[in-house]
Nanobody
Framework: QVQLVESGGGLVQPGGSLRLSCAAS?????MGWYRQAPGKQREWVTD???????NYADSVKGRFTISRDNAKNTVYLQMNSLKPEDTAVYFC?????????WGQGTQVTVSS
């Protein structure tokens, strides 16, 4: 069973930046991030394949960048130009069909 451990959340002002990290205990083909705001369903944010192909939700395109270091089994999410509506618990997600893995989540709060 692969474990995912996120880090890097916190409180930031609107327009600021944060970088999330997610370390996996083993190799995973596709890794990405979901988020869940209070009272809302969990939503997909972005993902990256093991060869570096990326996909983004329209709401974060141009502001967020996902990357990965396969040697470290780690994925990163650089979040720039943060908005209050980005406030959510961010969950790392991994998939190597048919298995899926989730991290415990890290809180990101964008507020002045």
């Amino acid at each position: 069973q692969v474990q995912l451990v996120e880090s890097g959340g916190g409180l930031v002002q609107p327009g600021g930046s944060l970088r999330l990290s997610c370390a996996a205990s083993g190799s995973i083909l596709r890794m990405g991030w979901y988020r869940q705001a209070p009272g809302k369903q969990r939503e997909w944010v972005t993902d990256i394949s093991i060869v570096g192909i990326t996909n983004y939700a329209d709401s974060v395109k141009g502001r967020f960048t996902i990357s990965r270091d396969n040697a470290k089994n780690t994925v990163y999410l650089q979040m720039n130009s943060l908005k209050p509506e980005d406030t959510a618990v961010y969950f790392c997600h991994g998939s190597s069909y048919p298995r899926q893995y989730w991290g415990q989540g890290t809180q990101v709060t964008v507020s002045s």
